[in-house]
């Protein structure tokens, strides 16, 4: 039985040739350099070993040029590479603004994905040939690591924070997954496939799946149970700041620091609100920790991240209608004697920020 040992895994990213060829290259650098050196060293035993007891050697004489060479040499290929390097890191490492997002939950020992359109999937997942893909991860328990070799892309997966990894498919086709991080006693069957399809092919997919609505009308009936729209108000008149156009601003803090309001930041604001609170606020809003799973709170982001700017009418832009600001507000309102505190604040006013308490 003839087995194949491929030299790499194929190549199937617009990162997949600049890694080659960066890795090729050391490889090829560290072959030459290792040869030479040893077969230097077999010429030097060789050339100056001892003939006679009695030899005594001839005095070395400094060779400034030699040593000079020796130093600047290494260092400028050094440097090449070092430079080389931090540019696939910057391209790779450097999110796009624009593109398919896609959330990503790791648990022991699975990955789950939500696509926007409401699509959820266990160890697959399905993307388009030709469009850049945004993938926002997170985990349930232990550390995790999304590697797809093909991709020549792998992304650390840690608890209580988003990791975003990023890629351009360049040909349909399967291509595994693994996690790339010892997770436990089963971290080797922690694989998957990422399946890459014509877009046309893709929307039939998207189109063919029982859908449950889109992952931020989801988010918008989960804010409405926890009765978060008793505080996060549209017209601005509720204990915590509205959300209208929250996701990607600055949010200016009582300590008079500025944030933006990304995936972090509204993670933050619905699990420990009293970290950073938004300037005008009290610090009123309860913690939901233990209330929702990493899950909901990407279902919560994504209907944040829905909410455009309030119309001239008063009305909100959410996922699907109806429901307003999207700041969980509790399981419980906040009781009605709570002193309410809403000046106008100075910057925009986030949702994810420490709404109500």
């Known amino acids: 039985m003839q087995v194949s040992v491929p030299f790499s895994p194929e190549q199937a990213s617009t990162f997949a040739e600049g890694v080659d060829g960066l890795y090729g290259f050391l490889w090829v650098l560290t072959i ?26 001839r005095p070395i004489r400094p060779a400034m040029r030699l040593e000079v060479a020796w130093t600047v040499i290494p260092f400028i290929v050094s440097m090449g590479i070092f430079a080389w390097g931090a540019s696939i890191y910057y391209k790779m490492y450097r999110t796009p603004d624009e593109g ?38 997170t985990t349930e328990d232990v550390i995790h690591s999304f590697y797809v070799p093909a991709f020549r892309v792998k992304m ?57 609505g889109s992952l ?13 729209i008793s505080c996060h108000r549209t017209d601005g008149q509720g204990r915590g700041p509205k959300l209208e156009g929250l996701y990607g601003s600055q949010v200016q803090l009582q300590d008079g620091q500025r944030v933006v309001a ?19 606020y009290q610090a009123i809003m309860p913690t939901f920790q233990g209330l929702v799973n990493e899950e909901q709170l ?57 709404p109500p308490q």
């Open 262 to 280: 990304d995936e972090s930041y509204i993670r933050e604001s619905i699990l420990n609100p009293k970290a950073r609170l938004v300037s005008g």
């Open 298 to 354: 990407l279902q919560l982001i994504a209907y944040v991240r829905s909410l455009g700017p309030q119309s001239a009418s008063g009305g909100a832009n959410p996922a699907s209608a109806q429901p307003q600001p999207a700041q969980h507000q509790g399981n419980r309102p906040a009781e009605p004697n709570v002193p309410r505190t809403n000046p106008t604040p100075t910057g925009p006013q986030g949702g994810a920020e420490r």
């Open 100 to 137: 398919l997002d896609i959330y990503v939950v790791a648990k022991q020992w699975m990955w789950k994905f939500q696509h926007l359109d409401g699509q959820r999937e266990i160890n697959e997942l399905h993307i388009p040939y030709g469009r850049r893909v945004k993938l926002t991860m």
């Open 32 to 57: 030459l350099f290792g040869v030479g050196i040893t077969l230097t060293i077999f010429y030097f035993a060789v050339k100056y070993r001892r003939r006679d007891e009695d030899e005594i050697p």
């Open 156 to 212: 650390d997966v840690v608890p209580g924070k988003y990791s975003s990894v990023w890629f351009e498919p360049t040909k349909p086709g399967r291509y595994q997954l693994f996690c790339a991080e010892y997770c436990g006693t089963s971290h080797s069957g922690m694989i998957g496939w990422v399946s890459v399809m014509e877009p046309s092919e893709y929307q039939a997919w998207l189109s063919g799946g029982a859908g449950e």
């Open 216 to 228: 931020a009308q989801t988010g918008q009936k989960l804010f409405q149970d926890l009765a978060c």
